[in-house]
T-cell receptor, first 113, second 110 residues
Framework: DAGVTQSPTHLIKTRGQQVTLRCSPK?????VSWYQQALGQGPQFIFQ???????QRGNFPDRFSGHQFPNYSSELNVNALLLGDSALYLC????????????FGPGTRLTVT | LAKTTQPISMDSYEGQEVNITCSHN???????ITWYQQFPSQGPRFIIQ???TKVTNEVASLFIPADRKSSTLSLPRVSLSDTAVYYC???????????FGGGTRLMVKP
């Protein structure tokens, strides 16, 4: 039973570019959340998708957008990259609109130069 | 959302019991207390969740006093592989946004 998978593992981008990160939830899960984790800090909630809709959003600008597909997988898009966007981006999946516990993937390490 | 306060770091030795306390003075009636563990370059992993009194699973125990303004995660007989960051989270299960603080960096020494 595969857990949460994310791709790519690492990514290097230049300021101003756009990036797309991908996530496949754990088998049987239908909710996907995205988090940003800066070095030495706890993860910060970006947004959550359920039934292909954004259900809740954290304090992140509109440069951060996402999508959920019918197979429950999800993408995180970040436009006009800033140096401060360099972080570990984590995807978490759960069941239902208010999952009891969430399962995290290994993350995508994004470096913006 | 209730704010949590926990020690920045703790040291322990193999075989000892480790207790990490988290303060959450503004916890709401419908809030649960959840603990996650995170190893370097990995996503956080759910450890345990509770509402009141004591909860125990195969990994840890969670002690919550009657006023619920604090909680203690207890790890029995830690090993080197328990070296990680431990996060205390407080929130309603009706909400789906996990709010992480800075966590406690536990270092287990031989």
């Amino acid at each position: 039973d595969a857990g949460v998978t994310q791709s790519p593992t690492h990514l290097i981008k230049t300021r101003g570019q756009q990036v797309t990160l991908r996530c496949s939830p754990k088998s049987g899960h239908d909710t996907v959340s995205w988090y940003q984790q800066a070095l030495g800090q706890g993860p910060q909630f970006i947004f959550q998708y359920y039934e292909e809709e954004e259900r809740q959003r954290g304090n992140f600008p509109d440069r951060f957008s996402g999508h959920q597909f019918p197979n429950y997988s999800s993408e995180l898009n970040v436009n006009a990259l800033l140096l401060g966007d360099s972080a570990l981006y984590l995807c978490a999946s759960g069941m239902g609109a208010a999952p009891y516990e969430q399962y995290f993937g290994p993350g995508t390490r994004l470096t913006v130069t | 959302l209730a704010k949590t306060t926990q020690p920045i770091s703790m040291d322990s030795y193999e075989g000892q019991e480790v207790n990490i306390t988290c303060s959450h003075n503004n916890i709401a009636t419908n809030d649960y207390i959840t603990w996650y563990q995170q190893f370097p370059s990995q996503g956080p992993r759910f450890i345990i969740q509770g509402y009141k009194t004591k909860v125990t699973n195969e990994v840890a125990s969670l002690f919550i006093p009657a006023d619920r303004k604090s909680s203690t995660l207890s790890l029995p007989r830690v090993s080197l592989s328990d070296t990680a960051v431990y996060y205390c989270l407080v929130g309603s299960n009706a909400g789906n946004m996990l709010t992480f603080g800075g966590g406690t960096r536990l270092m287990v020494k031989p």
